[in-house]
T-cell receptor, first 113, second 114 residues
Framework: DAMVIQNPRYQVTQFGKPVTLSCSQT?????MYWYQQKSSQAPKLLFH???????NEADTPDNFQSRRPNTSFCFLDIRSPGLGDAAMYLC????????????FGPGTRLTVT | DQQVKQNSPSLSVQEGRISILNCDYT??????FLWYKKYPAEGPTFLIS?????DKNEDGRFTVFLNKSAKHLSLHIVPSQPGDSAVYFC?????????????FGSGTQLTVLP
């Protein structure tokens, strides 16, 4: 089955200790997105890639970086996690066509201690 | 500034009855609207979409209605089943920076009571 996979599902890191979350897809979609979702809030777009072209949202903190080494993989790096960065991080992919349906992975729950 | 709003954080309905989930938006540039369903510990799953040039789209038990003049859309589920219990997100689609992007509402928790 074509899918979006996120690893790990749960990540605990210490305040200020860099952490990397990973996402892979078998859908061969051009576009990959990273969202941050805090409890009872809407998923908030951090950035997206169209192929290798990186697009950062204006209000995404510099603390958040991303890499997309190939079509299948995309990484979210948090350079110095703060307590406010504890959240669910969702990866999604899209062909970019039609209504823009996005296909989501199960998310990584990040805890900062 | 929330461009997509779901004002009801929760909704409970009896099995077999109709569930109506509502969503309001502010930006006239949105040209598609989508509904997603999310179970605990899973990512959101696409349910149904509607183009801004239509006022209704139906897929089995799910129907989405769009009222452009009121900037309002709703998702109807008939008949509701216990397996429909989940968080439902409304999303609005627009094209920016070489790709379609979605702006999400904060979700409505639907509970279908047996």
């Amino acid at each position: 089955d074509a899918m979006v996979i996120q690893n790990p599902r749960y990540q605990v890191t210490q305040f200020g200790k860099p952490v990397t979350l990973s996402c892979s897809q078998t859908l061969n979609h051009n576009v990959m997105y990273w969202y941050q979702q805090k409890s009872s809030q809407a998923p908030k777009l951090l950035f997206h890639y169209y192929d290798k072209d990186f697009n950062n949202e204006a209000d995404t903190p510099d603390n958040f970086q991303s890499r997309r080494p190939n079509t299948s993989f995309c990484f979210l790096d948090i350079r110095s996690p703060g307590l406010g960065d504890a959240a669910m991080y969702l990866c999604a992919t899209s062909s970019g066509q039609g209504a823009g349906e996005q296909y989501f992975g199960p998310g990584t729950r990040l805890t900062v201690t | 500034d929330q461009q997509v709003k779901q004002n009801s954080p929760s909704l409970s309905v009896q099995e077999g009855r109709i569930s109506i989930l509502n969503c309001d938006y502010t930006n006239s540039m949105f040209d598609y609207f989508l509904w997603y369903k999310k179970y605990p510990a899973e990512g959101p799953t696409f349910l149904i979409s509607i183009s801004s040039i239509k006022d209704k789209n139906e897929d089995g038990r799910f129907t989405v209605f769009l009222n452009k003049s009121a900037k309002h859309l709703s998702l109807h589920i008939v008949p509701s089943q216990p397996g429909d219990s989940a968080v439902y997100f409304c999303a609005a689609s627009y094209f920016s920076d070489s790709a379609r992007q979605l702006t999400f509402g904060s979700g409505t928790q639907l509970t279908v009571l047996p």
